[in-house]
């Protein structure tokens, strides 16, 4: 069935660190691709999105790109930061479907 | 930027007992959506809601669940009878058009006890 596989945590990086957070995705049909991020107390927050292959979505110095050939979705960022610490969330929608289906999210912390 | 509200933060119920999550979907959207995550666990879709109907829902969403937008402005969930695997963060959402993506509202964490 639809599901998606991403990177367990939690992940601790020191402050301008590389980050990628693999995500990889099963879907029936051509998806749409998201990554959202929760930060403490708060709700899910749309970062990016990409709704077909190649598109590269960015937001905030993160970026990811759609990977038709290989189903993924990596997260990256050049330089993390103390306010980067969150919960991060790979999902996507099939075309047709109102159902986001999402990864198990994982925690980032960035220390100063 | 418009916002997705839900009420209360957290509310704690009696294994049995109904509760109403309410949402303050944005104002100008016309899907709405709500979902769950058990702690620990994915982020799971419960229900879509478009034109006062119903438009999906997840084998989760059982005749225990309901969903109403009782006027222009709120979007609520029922749980008519509580079962402690009901303990959840309960997220709202809404969008303008569907497959460009949801904003979500904070969450409604729900223990029964």
């Known amino acids: 069935g639809d599901s998606v596989t991403q990177m367990e945590g939690p992940v601790t990086l020191s402050e301008e660190a590389f980050l990628t957070i693999n995500c990889t995705y099963t879907?029936?049909?051509?998806?749409?691709l998201f990554w959202y991020v929760q930060y403490p107390g708060e709700g899910l927050q749309l970062l990016l999105k990409?709704?077909?292959?190649?598109d590269k979505g960015s937001n905030k110095g993160f970026e990811a790109t759609y990977r038709k050939e290989t189903t993924s979705f990596h997260l990256e960022k050049g330089s993390v930061q103390v306010s980067d610490s969150a919960v991060y969330f790979c999902?996507?929608?099939?075309?047709?479907?109102?159902?986001?289906?999402f990864g198990k999210g994982m925690k980032l912390t960035v220390n100063p | 930027e418009p916002e997705v509200t839900q009420t209360p933060s957290h509310q704690v119920t009696q294994m049995g007992q109904e509760v109403i999550l309410r949402c303050v979907p944005i104002?100008?959207?016309?899907?709405f959506y709500w979902y769950r995550q058990i702690l620990g666990q994915k982020v799971e879709f419960l229900v879509s809601?478009?034109?006062?109907?119903?438009?999906?829902k997840s084998e989760i969403f059982d005749d225990q669940f309901s969903v109403e937008r009782p006027d222009g402005s709120n979007f609520t969930l029922k749980i008519r009878s509580t079962k402690l695997e009901d303990s959840a963060m309960y997220f709202c959402?809404?969008?303008?058009?569907?497959?460009?993506?949801?904003?979500f509202g904070s969450g409604t964490r729900l223990t029964v006890v």
């Open positions: 879907a029936t049909g051509y998806p749409s």
């Open positions: 809601f478009y034109n006062n109907e119903i438009s999906e």
């Open positions: 990409a709704t077909k292959a190649d």
């Open positions: 999902a996507f929608l099939t075309r047709g479907s109102e159902k986001l289906v």
């Open positions: 959402a809404s969008s303008d058009q569907v497959n460009y993506g949801y904003t």
């Open positions: 104002s100008n959207h016309l899907y």
